[in-house]
């Protein structure tokens, strides 16, 4: 009678975490790589598309006059008063739904209903109701904002295991102490993904909201260059938007790794 041989299943592969040294590297060449592509197709001929060299001409030019600064400070201060407002109220109305069942009730049909209008469309009613002042810009910002947010907050508190719960009851500790300890920080993945998708909503209105008798900001300069086929302004207002919301990203990302530190990581 011949054995049979038993092997011991093998132990699951080890994700290898990517070395930062690395990651820089493969970042730089993505855009060397983004760069190069651009170039080529700018010089095979495809109509009006404006290479980096002369995207780059334009830049310098409106460093040079101030108009870029003050074009972005005006659209930093749209996006970052409507995002922080946004979150603010999000955050407390998100958890108030999670928490309470009847709150969910009362709120959910709305913040759901409003979930299904596009910001932009709220544009002439805000101009109806609010003037062509700020208010109207950081409104639809703001809103923007919010209804990201709050329903990722929602839906954190609803994901918390309810045997960690359970466990704390357990040990008697109230429901206050349950929601601060185990409700808020397991929460908060889940609200900083919300915060993230939020200020790309908030950026992504901007333009849009800048449509409202605005005199300065990135999305008015883009507005204004085609009306007289400026491309490369255009490119710089474009390329000046996705630096602003990727170091903002940023920002988020490096928020979240030090409040949620005993998360696991891949």
């Known amino acids: 009678?011949?054995?049979?041989?038993?092997?011991?299943?093998?132990?699951a592969p080890r994700r290898r975490r990517p070395r930062p040294g690395r990651t820089v590297v493969l970042n730089v060449t993505a855009v060397i790589?983004?760069?190069?592509?651009?170039?080529?197709?700018s010089v095979s001929g495809?109509?009006?598309l404006t290479g980096p060299v002369e995207v780059v001409r334009r830049g310098a030019e409106l460093i040079a006059d101030g108009t870029l600064l003050t074009d972005v400070l005006a659209s930093l201060r749209r996006v970052f008063t409507g995002f922080v407002l946004g979150t603010v109220l999000a955050i407390?109305?998100?958890?108030?739904?999670?928490?309470?069942?009847?709150?969910?009730?009362?709120?959910?049909?709305?913040v759901q209903f409003f979930r299904t209008i596009p910001p932009l469309a709220i544009i002439p009613l805000a101009i109806l109701l609010m003037g062509i002042g700020e208010t109207p810009k950081v409104f639809v910002i703001f809103l923007a904002a919010?209804?990201?947010s709050v329903v990722s907050t929602f839906q954190g508190v609803?994901?918390?295991?309810?045997?960690?719960?359970n466990a704390a009851r357990v040990l008697g500790a109230s429901d206050r102490t349950i929601f601060m300890k185990v409700v808020v920080p397991a929460s908060t993945p889940f609200i900083i993904v919300g915060m993230r998708v939020g200020l790309g909503a908030a950026w992504g209105t901007l333009v849009a909201a800048e449509l409202i008798a605005a005199q300065e900001g990135l999305g008015y300069r883009m507005q204004q260059a085609q009306l007289y086929y400026d491309l490369p302004t255009i490119f710089v207002g474009l390329i000046s938007i996705g630096v602003l919301g990727l170091v903002m990203d940023r920002l988020l990302l490096l928020a979240e790794r030090r409040l949620t530190g005993w998360q696991e990581r891949r």
Do not use: H, N
């Not at 009678?1 to 132990?11: I, L, R």
């Not at 609803?158 to 719960?165: A, E, R």
């Open 46 to 48: 495809i109509t009006g």
């Open 1 to 11: 009678m011949t054995a049979a041989t038993v092997t011991e299943p093998s132990a």
């Open 158 to 165: 609803l994901d918390v295991d309810k045997t960690l719960i």
């Open 146 to 148: 919010f209804l990201s």
């Open 92 to 110: 407390p109305v998100g958890f108030l739904m999670g928490w309470y069942a009847t709150a969910r009730a009362l709120i959910e049909p709305y």
């Open 33 to 41: 790589a983004g760069l190069a592509l651009w170039t080529g197709l």
